[in-house]
């Protein structure tokens, strides 16, 4: 009895491959430049030929480069990776320690952003009860700002001696991270304006006398899913109320893509689950060590990391395709 042929499964198969192509192709080419480079490396120095050796160098460092696109095709292979992004910070339960935490967060992400040559800005803060932050928003701008930071969507714990406590006790505390892409006006979203709820709010955060006098940040919430984005860093209500609608497109955008890969989601919870109340990663401050509970990477230099030196975390997360 002839198999039935199942074309769709056929199809989605070869797309897969042409796209592991696009990737296995460049990297076979480049190791037969290379062979081609330690053949000519060897006759150069059977022969004595050292005058040769500079060319062979100068044909190495353009390698390099060749090798960066390989690897940047290897990391960011997704359309939405190489938009701009906008990053979300909630304090959890812990407290003030929670909220000094999403500040220290904050700080570690604008450090990060500031030293991988992207640009910043704090487009919402929530100012914390006593210090720090309950949240904020940052919107990153930069080529594959979304695929540096996406892997950082999570929980992140901290544990510390509360400078809280006056017994100096070991705390708790959580704050969630939340990385979206900021998406184009050409990819459409269909907003109905029945279905949003718009807040004007006096700032909470700095700015001068002006932003925090007068009701020009903007409280935008979409009633059918609840998410909810704010902007509050422009002097106009108006030009507020237009980024924090750009923001929620960016959202719904993400929930919808969200929705479409909830069967890949099911499948690979046990390796990225990123719901609140599962950390991502832990800073035992007391212990001087961060670990990444979803690779196992472990580091003692905190104070690096907490300065912006994420790279040691992201890079190993995006080469195990988190």
């Known amino acids: 009895m002839e198999k039935h042929c199942n074309w769709n499964k056929v199809s989605s198969l070869k797309k897969k491959f042409i796209s592991l192509n696009h990737i296995i192709q460049p990297i076979q080419n480049f190791i037969n430049d290379l062979n081609d480079i330690k053949e000519l490396l060897n006759i150069s120095i059977q022969n004595s030929d050292y005058n040769f050796l500079n060319e062979i160098y100068l044909e190495l460092k353009k390698y390099k480069k060749k090798l960066k696109e390989i690897e940047t095709k290897i990391f960011f292979p997704n359309k939405v990776d190489s938009l701009n992004c906008y990053l979300d910070l909630q304090s959890g339960s812990g407290g003030f320690d929670a909220q000094d935490w999403s500040h220290m967060l904050l700080k570690m992400y604008l450090r990060w952003g500031y030293l991988k040559g992207f640009k910043t800005d704090i487009t919402h803060i929530n100012a914390g009860d006593f ?8 919107k990153i701008l ?3 700002a979304y695929g540096w930071f996406r892997t950082e969507t999570g929980v992140h714990r901290l544990v510390r001696k509360s400078k809280f406590d006056y017994g100096n006790k070991r705390h708790t505390s959580f704050s969630s991270v939340f990385v979206y892409p900021e998406i184009s006006d050409n990819i459409k979203i269909d907003i109905n304006n029945s279905d949003l709820r718009i807040d004007v709010y006096r700032s909470s955060g700095s700015g001068g006398q002006h932003v925090n006098t007068t009701e020009s940040a903007v409280r935008i919430i979409h009633i059918p899913t609840g998410i909810i984005s704010q902007c509050q860093n422009e002097r106009s209500q108006h030009k507020n109320k237009k980024y924090a609608l750009k923001q929620l497109r960016s959202k719904l955008y993400k929930l919808e893509l969200e929705k479409k890969q909830q069967i890949k989601k099911k499948i690979e919870s046990n390796k990225s689950n990123i719901t609140w109340g599962y950390q991502i990663r832990s800073y035992i401050l007391d212990d001087s060590r961060i670990k990444d509970l979803r690779t196992g990477l472990e580091t ?4 690096s990391i907490l300065d912006g030196n994420l790279d040691f975390f992201i890079e190993n997360n995006l080469r ?3």
């Open 320 to 322: 195990l395709g988190l």
């Open 142 to 144: 930069g080529k594959y």
């Open 131 to 138: 210090c720090g932050l309950k949240s904020a928003t940052i």
């Open 300 to 303: 003692r230099d905190v104070q």
